[in-house]
């Protein structure tokens, strides 16, 4: 992702959290990633599943910003 290959981090973060889900971090650094690219509905959902598992403030705050700029502000 740093190097610039965004499509090729998203397809292995999206791996990565499909073939780990016991770990909700990989899933949280997919929707972290979605965020980046500015998919934000995919990353609000995503965000959903990792709340199942995995409690981090990270969490909650990239949760912050997705309500944030999509208008979502009472959540």
């Excluded at 780990?20 to 959902?45: I, K, T």
């Amino acid at each position: 992702s740093l190097s610039g290959r965004k499509t090729e981090a998203l397809n292995e973060y999206k791996k990565l959290a499909t073939q780990y889900p016991v770990y909700g971090h990989n899933q949280y650094l997919y929707a972290e990633h979605l965020y980046y690219m500015s998919q934000l509905a995919a990353a609000d959902s995503s965000l959903i599943e990792v709340l199942k598992r995995y409690s981090d403030n990270r969490v909650y705050s990239l949760k912050a910003r997705i309500c944030n700029k999509t208008g979502k502000i009472q959540e």
